[in-house]
């Protein structure tokens, strides 16, 4: 099988409040698995609520800075995927519900509209290796991956076996895509 390169769709952990806007997740109602004690995606609510911190000089941009680094991304981005019947990902809808300290102040008056990622598709990891074995009640499996800023010498390898193919795919949590796409990202 021919080697696939794929392209981890990586969030903003920490951004400047100068540059980008960017706010707090408010609305976190997600219960954990009684196994493993992850949290379980699919008891996340239907909308995403996020106050805003900041907007920093470029205001909205293609990704939203959150507090829980959820791929939150722009309406036209989101869109451009699926008018390429890029697969693999579906979405869910995201509200900009004020602002998480003076509420008094305004909200600025166009606000683009933000759609939160979901990857439907996941993949096991060859590397880094898996943490012990995979959680009886949810199936989730702990990687070894090294420290925030330690960068991977070989990169993330995935089990080809386990990928349907499809463009976005996730492992814990992170979507990966392929590199036909990259000039749509
Ligand atoms: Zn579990």
């Known amino acids: 099988m021919d080697r696939t390169s794929l392209y981890k769709l990586d969030m903003t952990y920490a951004t400047s409040h100068r540059l980008y806007a960017g706010g707090q997740w408010v609305n976190d109602s997600r219960s954990k698995c009684s196994g493993c004690d992850v949290f379980d995606e699919s008891s ?7 106050a805003l911190n900041h907007l920093g000089r470029r205001g909205f941009v293609e990704q939203v800075w959150n507090s829980h680094s959820l791929p939150i991304i722009r309406e036209d981005l989101i869109d451009l995927w699926q008018q390429n019947h890029l697969t693999g990902l579906d979405t869910k809808p995201v509200s900009i519900v004020g602002w ?11 606000i683009p ?6 990857t439907t598709s996941k993949v096991r990891l060859i590397t880094p290796k898996p943490r ?3 959680c009886r009640r949810c199936g989730f499996v702990e990687y070894d991956f090294p ?9 993330i390898q995935i089990d080809q076996a386990s990928w349907d193919e499809a463009d976005f795919c ?4 992170q979507g990966v895509v392929d590199t036909r796409w990259t000039s749509l990202l």
């Open 44 to 50: 996340e609510p239907k909308v995403i609520q996020i």
């Open 147 to 155: 420290k925030t800023g330690t960068h991977l010498r070989n990169g």
């Open 132 to 134: 012990g074995s995979p």
């Open 113 to 118: 509209n933000y759609f939160r990622l979901i």
């Open 100 to 110: 998480f300290e003076g509420h008094r102040r305004l909200l600025p008056r166009s």
């Open 170 to 173: 996730g492992g814990m949590c």
